[in-house]
């Protein structure tokens, strides 16, 4: 069974840092491509980051120098650090695992909220 769990969440004050986790489980998770996306009240799920399994990386341009996506293939998790904070970044994160063997595997964890005030 395929699991990819979500910790780190929270609440926190503008100019703040929160670091999200994911633990993925069920899967070979060296040959995923690992996201994080994000989802604010009544706006469209959106890429905040992704890392290959090779290691590199893309953002969102929003949040180019102020958050950084990382992942350790021993403990099969992939984390976001995130900093300068911003109201604006509220929302829930979710987890995304893809991968291609002949056909595409795509996983999702079930979201942590965050949370920035002003």
């Known amino acids: 069974q395929v699991q990819l769990v979500e910790s780190g969440g929270g609440l926190v004050q503008a100019g703040g840092s929160l670091r999200l986790s994911c633990a993925a489980s069920?899967?070979?998770?060296?040959?995923?491509?690992m996201n994080w996306y994000r989802q604010a009240p009544g706006k469209q799920r959106e890429l905040v980051a992704g890392?290959?399994?090779?290691?590199?990386?893309n953002y969102v341009d929003s949040v180019k120098g102020r958050f950084t996506i990382s992942r350790d293939n021993a403990k099969n998790t992939v984390y976001l650090q995130m900093s300068s904070l911003k109201p604006e970044d509220t929302a829930v994160y979710y987890c995304n695992g893809k991968t291609f063997f002949g056909t595409t595997f795509e996983y999702w964890g079930q979201g942590t909220q965050v949370t920035v005030s002003a």
């Open positions: 890392i290959s399994s090779g290691g590199i990386t």
């Open positions: 069920g899967i070979r998770f060296s040959a995923y491509v």
